[in-house]
Every structure is written in structure tokens, then in C-alpha cells.
T-cell receptor
């Protein structure tokens, strides 16, 4: 079974608008962490935001916020006031601590975001 | 602060040849990761080192892939012999120290794009 599911292969948003990138996850662990990374065409993975499974408030980092719905096992990324430089591939990832994986990070297949003027 | 350094940036080889990739993590980072990212997919962990010891290599194809991290700093990943399906981007990442329940983020290098012909 997929640990991380990103159902949107591509998303388009106009500059200055908000956009939500979907992510659902699968785990039986109580302790886990959810991450979002951005990968521009240069290839480097850039950390955006983190949400711990025990965090009661949704994480925010500048224009990024994470809509964490634990019962639904979803961790959607919201980008407010989109900029042309936000055009990139976005990956949702989960780190779980059960078993012997010692915090292996599982990535989804990514969503390609295109911001147009 | 210097980021994660990787070389080479690109490599083209023929199948059955051997290839090696090099990674220099961020200074002070105890945990080092090698990921394989096939086109259109999210990164997949190949091997994780804690200092110079291996903590997770369950997804490493050990019949052809090998990795080492001498003195707990630099690391090399080798493929011998390469197959067509090894064509991918190989990403190196590092983090401070992987402990249960921590959320320390991974810092990624720009990757090595390997094409096997």
C-alpha cells in the first residue's frame, strides 16, 4: 500500500491566488511527522513545512500552511498569494518511527504546480 | 552555511559499466541518506547512515549497489554493473541526527542525473 498519496499530477494557479495541494497518508503509528518539499527544475529538494502527529495546531511557515486532518489522514499544503517562483514539483512526505525503519522518509509521487501571470 | 555537495552533476554510461557518486554532507550532520528518484516518481531511500554505520539499507539492491561513509563524513554510492533501469537522479541528503520522534529536516543536494544507455 502507498504510504503517501498525491492525487493531483498537475495544478495550475494564477499569480496572487491561493492553491491547495492534496496529500493523504497511511500509517498505523501514533508518532509520525509530515513534511512538504519543493523541487524546482534545478533538482534540489527544498524543505517547506513540517507537522508532527501530536501537534494540535496546523503548521504555518510564511505563505505556506499545512491543513492537518488527523482523522482523515490528510496533510494538504496551502500556498497563499502564489508567485511565479512557486512553479515547481511539490512532494509530500511522511516519517514514521515504528518498526526498524528509524524514521525512513516516504515520499509521494509529487504534484507539478504551475503559476501563471 | 554550505549545503550538501554532490558530484558529478550528470553521468552517462553504458549498461554493465560501473559508476560512482560522491556526497559531502553539511558539516556536523550525523545522518546521511542516499535516495533514488526515477522520472515521474518521488525519491526512494536506498541507504541511511548514522555517523559511519548503516541503519537502513533494506531497499538497496545489494547485488549491484554499494555505499560507504568513511570517517562519518563523505559518502560514495557505487553501481556495478549498471542496468537500464538504474537511470534516475541520485540524491544525497543529510540531517543533524535521526532520533525517534524528532522532526529534524533533511537537507538535499542537487543530485546526480544518471543515464544508462
Amino acid at each position: 500500500a502507498q504510504k503517501i498519496t498525491q492525487t493531483q499530477p498537475g495544478m495550475f494557479v494564477q499569480e496572487k491566488e491561493a492553491v491547495t495541494l492534496d496529500c493523504t497518508y497511511d500509517t498505523s503509528d501514533q508518532s509520525y511527522g509530515l513534511f512538504w518539499y519543493k523541487q524546482p527544475s534545478s533538482g534540489e529538494m527544498i524543505f517547506l513545512i513540517y507537522q508532527g502527529s501530536y501537534d494540535e495546531q496546523n503548521a504555518t511557515e510564511g505563505r505556506y500552511s499545512l491543513n492537518f486532518q488527523k482523522a482523515r489522514k490528510s496533510a494538504n499544503l496551502v500556498i497563499s498569494a502564489s508567485q511565479l517562483g512557486d512553479s515547481a514539483m511539490y512532494f509530500c512526505a511522511m516519517r514514521e518511527w515504528g518498526g526498524s525503519t528509524l524514521g525512513r522518509l516516504y515520499f509521494g509521487r509529487g504534484t507539478q504546480l504551475t503559476v501563471w501571470p | 552555511e554550505a549545503g550538501v555537495a554532490q558530484s558529478p552533476r550528470y553521468k552517462i554510461i553504458e549498461k554493465r559499466q560501473s559508476v560512482a557518486f560522491w556526497c559531502n554532507p553539511i558539516s556536523g550532520h550525523a545522518t546521511l541518506y542516499w535516495y533514488q528518484q526515477i522520472l515521474g516518481q518521488g525519491p526512494k531511500l536506498l541507504i541511511q547512515f548514522q555517523n559511519n554505520g548503516v541503519v537502513d539499507d533494506s531497499q538497496l539492491p545489494k547485488d549491484r549497489f554499494s555505499a560507504e561513509r568513511l570517517k562519518g563524513v563523505d559518502s560514495t554510492l557505487k553501481i556495478q554493473p549498471a542496468k537500464l533501469e538504474d537511470s534516475a537522479v541520485y540524491l544525497c541528503a543529510s540531517s543533524l541526527f535521526a532520533r525517534v520522534g524528532t522532526n529534524e529536516k533533511l537537507f538535499f543536494g542537487s543530485g546526480t542525473q544518471l543515464s544508462v544507455l
